[in-house]
């Protein structure tokens, strides 16, 4: 169940965070208006999850919130989740970068594709090493499935979430991917 300071977040113009436990350890979502602005996963305490996004307070979250973090808690324990009606806020990226994140959000459960794959997608075939970034700075892991992406000889890659390719490598089996 997600903490609460019981306050209701009271505007659509600011972030509001909230922190849960899941089998990846504590979890945060960040979010604004309907938009979610951040996820992060495998913090060891509720402190450390605040923390990371710089906040001081969890918030109630609303309805839709609880289902975002009901659907990362199943998620996490290694259920099949569908996280394509989440919404995103992708203000603070390119053009170029919205467009990974979205073809990221493409690949499907079970599947992997590389970096250059990505790349050929999103019609930028020589920016793998770009994909890879876009990657690396993945603002809303889980919701955008950046652990599917591997490198082309079929290695991992990297990630840079806590523990990265030890938890690369759980969702990987978790989906059956490898």
């Not at 113009?13 to 899941?22: L, P, Y």
């Not at 994140?101 to 079970?110: S, T």
């Not at 793998?128 to 499935?145: Q, W, Y």
Request: net charge positive; hydrophobic share 40%.
């Amino acid at each position: 169940m997600a903490r609460s300071t019981g306050q209701e977040p009271d505007g659509l113009d600011q972030d509001h965070v909230t922190i849960f436990s899941s089998a990846f350890g504590w979890m945060a979502v960040a979010w604004k208006g309907v938009s979610l602005t951040r996820v992060i996963f495998g913090q060891s305490t509720p402190q450390q999850a605040l923390a990371v996004l710089g906040a001081s307070e969890p918030h109630r979250p609303p309805r839709r919130i609880q289902g975002i973090v009901r659907r990362l808690q199943r998620f996490s324990e290694g259920e099949r989740v569908d996280f394509s009606s989440v919404q995103l806020d992708l203000s603070h990226l390119t053009a170029f970068q919205q467009r990974v994140i979205r073809q990221c959000r493409a690949i499907p459960y079970g599947a992997t594709v590389n970096y250059g794959e990505l790349a050929r997608q999103v019609g930028s075939p020589r920016a793998a090493r770009a994909v890879g970034n876009v990657m690396a700075t993945n603002r809303f892991p889980l919701v955008v499935p950046c652990h599917r992406v591997v490198a082309a000889n079929g290695a991992l890659g990297g990630y840079s979430a806590p523990n990265g390719l030890t938890i690369k490598v759980r969702l990987l089996r978790n989906e059956k991917a490898w």
